[in-house]
Nanobody, 116 residues
Framework: QVQLVESGGGLVQPGGSLRLSCAAS????????MDWFRQAPGKERELAARITSSGDSADYADSVKGRFTISRDNAKNTVYLQMNSLKPEDTAVYYC?????????WGQGTQVTVSS
């Protein structure tokens, strides 16, 4: 079965950086577009970043563009989200996600808190 396991969240001060990782298994990772979503308290889940299967192209939400970078290592079945210049409004649970055979699968999420 599809498994997505996120790690790397935590508490960071404004202006700081974090790198999230998502280890994937149970599907053809190298053939799959991978997404990072986030959900802040009281808000809907939103797409933060998306990367193509080969890793040659990525898209970002306007709110994170220029600060976040999504990347992947197909040899390790892992997708990353490098988050720089973090702001309090980036506080959210971050989820790794993939659509496999038309079904969207989710990881358990990792909490990112940006606060002084």
């Amino acid at each position: 079965q599809v498994q997505l396991v996120e790690s790397g969240g935590g508490l960071v001060q404004p202006g700081g950086s974090l790198r999230l990782s998502c280890a994937a298994s149970g599907f053809s990772f190298s053939s799959s577009v991978m997404d990072w979503f986030r959900q802040a308290p009281g808000k809907e889940r939103e797409l933060a970043a998306r990367i193509t299967s080969s890793g040659d192209s990525a898209d970002y939400a306007d709110s994170v563009k220029g600060r976040f970078t999504i990347s992947r290592d197909n040899a390790k079945n892992t997708v990353y989200l490098q988050m720089n210049s973090l702001k309090p409004e980036d506080t959210a649970v971050y989820y790794c996600s993939a659509r496999v055979r038309l079904v969207r699968s989710w990881g358990q999420g990792t909490q990112v808190t940006v606060s002084s």
